[in-house]
Structure formats: structure tokens, C-alpha cells
């Protein structure tokens, strides 16, 4: 078992917890914004953390504890592909609890070995959402003919309230619908700095109500929606090559998307040409 030497967190180790990420990504695959600076410093700089480094002094385990934008006590860690199943995961989520000021802990894995669920279930926590994170590579891009008497239209500030509409068809009935009210709906999706207007798609039909929606942000197809009554009509499958049709004149070299492990639509993901990159999840404590 390789010691390690146990550090406060600081703002000089952002650079090596996201090395530390890409490491565990290029492993095992999951959300890929992990590495970037904006999440990491999310993670791991919104509270107190902790890093392990090995005697030559890189950087191999890192956790934080904070509190989330609910309120939530929220932990999440990393440990390097070449020192686990040596105790150091286990050994994070004992710092984790106690910097949690004795509050049940929500955990946050944007990346998750083979390994994940069973030392957290030995644990005592549980699952409780997860994604595939799906990549398609743009090389090849199947063609989906968008059915008859449909017409779409690109995000404009006259269209928006359409596409609040279309998300609210497509999703209201989904368990846990935020129902989020439209001018904070808008703002999200507007106010991401990747967000893709002239790229985003609402479609109506020949009545004008609305059938379906997609959005884009940089290289992903960040939301697709179809309303029930336009179900079974490949319209979701449209939406989704139309999109990698446009990231792809736009000169994204891949193009991301992420699904419920729940959802039927990963097998029409996996139809279209995307494949599996890792599971993101999110864990809590068992209330006894």
C-alpha cells in the first residue's frame, strides 16, 4: 500500500486536481468538463479539501466538502487509476464525513470507476441518478427526414417562449420535473457562454403548437424534448443529426450528449452513432 502525504486543498493545486481528473477520465470515461477549470475549481475549491500526493510528490487523491446550490452538504474525490483499492478512496470519504459537520452527505462522481458503487454501498450510500455520458465522433452522420407538416426555428428572443414550451411538453411528466417558470428557464439556457442560438431547433406543427426541441451548447446536444403527441415519429432522432450535422459545420472535432441510465433513448443514441464514455452519478447517505 503506497503512502501518501495529506495536504489542505489550496488555489496552487487546481492545475494538478485537473490533471488528476483527465487522468481518471482517460480511465474510465465520464463527464468531460471535469478537467476544465471552471468545474474543477467548483469541486474543489468551494469548500474545504484535501490532496494525497505520492513520494514524488504528484498529486494521486483529492476530495472536497461544500455546500451545493440547494443547501446540500456535498462531497467528491478522485483517486488516480495507478493507487486505488488501497483504502485512500475509503479514506476520503471518512475525511469527507467529518468535514460535513455530521449532516448526511450528498456525493457528486462526475467520473466512476468499476469500483465506485461497491465501496460506496459499503459505505452506506446509495445511488441515486446517473447518466451515461455519450460521445460521437461526427465522422459519420446519419441522415433523419423530418416528418411532414413540420416546420422549425432557431432560438430568437420572439422564439424562446416556444421552446419553454416545448420543454415543459416534453418532460412535465418525467418524476422530479423541476417545472422551472420560463424567464429563469430562459436565462439559464441564454446565459451559458457556449450556449448555440442560431443552432438550437424548435419545431411546430401545421397548427403551430409545438412538437420537439434541442439545444446546443459548444460541442453538446445540451437538451432534446419531444412532446408525447409527436412520439414514435423519429422526430427526436431528426433533431439529434440535424444537430451533429451543425456541430460539425461548425468544426467541433466530437460532439457530447448525456442520457439517464433509465432512458430508452440510449439505444437511439447508440443507433445514431454515439458510444458509452463512462457513467457521471450522484450518491447519498441511507437514512436509518
Same mark, same amino acid.
Given at each position: ?10 488555489? /496552487?493545486?487546481?492545475? /494538478? ?26 469541486l474543489f475549491r468551494s469548500g474545504p479539501g484535501i490532496g494525497g500526493r505520492d ?6 487523491a483529492a476530495a472536497s466538502v461544500f455546500v451545493d446550490g440547494s443547501g446540500q ?35 457528486v462522481a462526475e467520473t466512476t470507476s468499476s469500483d465506485t458503487e461497491r465501496v ?8 441515486? =441518478? ?40 416534453? =418532460? ?22 457556449? =450556449? ?80 458509452? =464514455? ?11
Open positions: 500500500m503506497s503512502t501518501l502525504a495529506w495536504q489542505p486543498l489550496t488555489d /496552487d493545486d487546481l492545475l /494538478d486536481v485537473r490533471q488528476l481528473a483527465q487522468r481518471c477520465l482517460d480511465a474510465d470515461g465520464g463527464l468531460p468538463l471535469l478537467a476544465g477549470e471552471t468545474m474543477a475549481r467548483r513520494e514524488t510528490g504528484d498529486l494521486v452538504r456535498t462531497a467528491t474525490w478522485l483517486v488516480h487509476p495507478s493507487v486505488r483499492n488501497q483504502g485512500h478512496g475509503e479514506a476520503l470519504v471518512r475525511w469527507c464525513r467529518e468535514h460535513a459537520g455530521g449532516g448526511l452527505l450528498r456525493v460506496l454501498a459499503s459505505l452506506g450510500l446509495q445511488r441515486t =441518478f446517473a447518466e451515461h455520458v455519450m460521445r460521437h465522433d461526427l465522422l459519420e452522420v446519419p441522415r433523419v427526414a423530418r416528418a411532414a407538416g413540420l416546420s422549425s426555428f432557431p432560438w430568437t428572443d420572439d422564439t424562446a417562449d416556444l421552446f419553454h414550451r416545448a420543454y415543459c411538453g416534453a =418532460f412535465s411528466t418525467r418524476p422530479g420535473f423541476p417545472d422551472t417558470p420560463r424567464d429563469e428557464w430562459v436565462g439559464e439556457v441564454q446565459g451559458d457562454p457556449g =450556449f448555440r442560438p442560431d443552432d438550437s431547433r424548435v419545431v411546430l406543427d401545421e397548427r403551430g403548437l409545438v412538437a420537439g426541441f434541442v439545444t446546443l451548447t459548444d460541442d453538446w446536444v445540451d437538451q432534446v424534448g419531444v412532446v408525447p403527441s409527436w412520439r414514435g415519429h423519429a422526430l427526436g432522432a431528426h433533431l439529434v443529426v440535424r444537430s451533429l450535422r451543425a456541430l460539425r459545420k461548425a468544426g467541433c472535432e466530437q460532439a457530447w450528449l448525456a442520457v439517464n441510465v433509465d432512458n430508452a433513448a440510449h439505444e437511439l443514441y447508440t443507433r445514431l452513432g454515439f458510444r458509452d =464514455f463512462g457513467l457521471r452519478a450522484r450518491y447519498a447517505e441511507v437514512k436509518l
